[in-house]
């Protein structure tokens, strides 16, 4: 298991509702990625500490059957003087399980996700607070790109 404990840290962006039931985050959320390149949310977020995107899953209503919440947007540095078209969430100090998604995106994230909705054991292991995925500088290398997934786990 890759364990690591992550620093407080502040994430803006744009949300949706949604659940996994039916198929619908994978609408909700595709549509949620469209708007955040369409409207070029990105350039819009003041403070921010770097161009990484983050995809957040928080506010479970349960675990991953039930409702939650999802937020792309940038690392900032405070969270002062934000639009308030935007949402904004801390992400508190907490131990993660950290995954890596090595291939051709989105396929291999979407891949990564249902080997651990799959995992029982490490299912009953997650704290459900807040969750998310790490869309960096390889992102967009192709058949070769990367991106990080955290699952905040029970200490």
Known sequence: MNKI?????YIVG???RTTNENGQASQ???RLWERFWNEDIKSQIPNK???E???VYTDYESDFTGNYTTIIGLPVNSLVDIPDNFVRITIETDEYQKFVSKGKMPEAVVNTWLEI???KELNSRRAYRADFTVHGKK???GNNAEVQTYLSIKN
């Open 117 to 119: 909705w799959a995992d």
């Open 5 to 9: 404990k992550i620093q407080k840290f």
């Open 14 to 16: 744009i949300s949706v």
């Open 28 to 30: 909700d959320i595709e």
């Open 53 to 55: 995107t983050y995809a």
């Open 49 to 51: 500490i770097n161009d």
């Open 139 to 141: 992102y967009n290398h």
